[in-house]
């Protein structure tokens, strides 16, 4: 993403067009495979430019667009593809609602949000008891309270969690 990033600011620097200053980001560090393989789009300049387009949205109805042209270009897309696509899809969503990353490191959950965004923090008692804690805009949660379908839950927790910043 970060490259994405510095590689369309330098693009833009060549072409002598102002970088765009964009808003605060949101990262998303989760362990799945998220990737478009060789077998999909082989041409190495138009996956560099589907990235590039990928780090760049911000809606889910671009996302659904932008999944539409892959299906419709490339095939049915695999399972790395439609990782990357459901990846971006949470990135976009946990911006919307303020949070500043959401991580998986050392078998828990880390969620951090803006300043502005005071976490609900019954919303976390009542489904996750003390296991849930939440310090300075940081929330931790362990793996283990997740089933397999952790992803899903995640994205529906979310939302659950805290609300948009006003004005967004």
């Known amino acids: 993403d970060l490259y994405c990033k510095l590689l369309a600011e330098a693009v833009q620097e060549i072409q002598g067009k102002q970088a765009e200053v964009s808003g605060p980001s949101t990262t998303v560090d989760l ?3 998220a990737y478009l393989p060789d077998e999909y789009i082989g041409d190495r300049t138009l996956k560099v430019n589907f990235y590039q387009r ?6 889910p109805e ?5 999944t539409a042209e892959m299906t419709d270009r490339f095939g049915a897309p ?3 593809v439609q990782n990357l696509l459901t990846m971006v899809r949470l990135k976009v969503e946990a911006a919307q609602l303020g949070f500043e990353s959401v991580a ?3 078998n828990e959950f880390v969620l951090t949000v803006r300043r502005t965004i005071v976490p609900n923090r019954i919303v ?3 489904r996750f008891r003390n296991d849930a804690r939440v310090q300075q805009g940081v929330i931790r949660i362990p793996r283990r309270l997740f089933g ?3 992803l899903e ?7 659950a969690i805290t609300k948009p910043a006003s004005g967004v």
């Open 54 to 59: 990928l780090a760049n949205l911000t809606s």
């Open 78 to 80: 695999p399972l790395p």
């Open 104 to 106: 998986l490191k050392d």
């Open 153 to 159: 839950q995640l994205r529906e927790l979310l939302p």
């Open 148 to 150: 397999p379908q952790w």
């Open 124 to 126: 976390l008692y009542r």
């Open 62 to 66: 671009q996302i659904e667009a932008m």
């Open 31 to 33: 362990p799945l495979d």
